[in-house]
């Protein structure tokens, strides 16, 4: 089945730096992956969309500029939280599907905390 | 905007007991509704279901979909401690890649 391996699993920064999250798929490609993310007893909620080789679609209420996105090859999505404060700890979680009408398929997240 | 509705909000039965969890839902063109199962970390697939009336089932869980009256449901039966975790439903419209998801219903059950 399709596999998406995300990486770190847990991180721990200082406020005021900025922490990259990689998502990959593994065993497919992906021309879109998703990131989520996701508050204590909270449901996942979208953040932005990622498009290989064009700009991620971002949801409303999402800053472009503090979450920045890159999909530069069919494989790999990065999420890079900048200038992190203590309100930006969440876990965060990619997600892709492995053909049209597939079902998404999640990495294993990201915890993040701001110190 | 989409919307996913799920009940109960959290669930505490006994080991071999059954359960239903709801999902009801509002989306401009249905696609899909999918279930899933959240422990630690990331979400597990569960179900697909795009079709009303047709049950999928995987060992104890089921699911079905009912898309006159909007809503689905996941059975299971004979629980057992490791099925606890939180269960989480979402749709996806058509021309639309993402998925809204529910609050999810989390489901404890006691040995």
């Known amino acids: 089945g399709a596999v998406v391996s995300q990486h770190p699993s847990r991180v721990i920064c200082k406020s005021g730096t900025s922490v990259k999250i990689e998502c990959r798929s593994l065993d497919f490609q992906a021309t879109t992956m998703f990131w989520y993310r996701q508050f204590p007893k909270q449901s996942l909620m979208l953040m932005a969309t990622s498009n290989e080789g064009s700009k991620a679609t971002y949801e409303q209420g999402v800053e472009k500029d503090k979450f920045l996105i890159n999909h530069a090859s069919l494989t790999l999505s990065t999420l890079t939280v900048t200038s992190a404060h203590p309100e930006d700890s969440s876990f965060y979680i990619c997600s892709a599907r492995d053909g049209t009408g597939s079902p998404l398929h999640f990495g294993n997240g990201t915890r993040l905390t701001v110190t | 905007e989409d919307k996913v509705v799920q009940s109960p909000l959290s669930l505490v039965v006994h080991e071999g007991d059954t359960v239903t969890l709801n999902c009801s839902y509002e989306v401009t063109n249905f696609r899909s509704l999918l279930w899933y199962k959240q422990e630690k970390k990331a979400p597990t697939f569960l179900f697909m279901l795009t079709s009303s009336g047709i049950e999928k089932k995987s060992g104890r869980l089921s699911s079905i979909l009912d898309k006159k009256e909007l809503f689905s449901i996941l059975n299971i039966t004979a629980t057992q401690t490791g099925d606890s975790a939180i269960y989480l439903c979402?749709?996806?419209?058509?021309?639309?890649?993402?998925?809204?998801f529910g609050t999810g219903t989390r489901l404890t059950i006691i040995p």
């Open positions: 979402a749709v996806r419209g058509a021309g639309n890649e993402k998925l809204t």
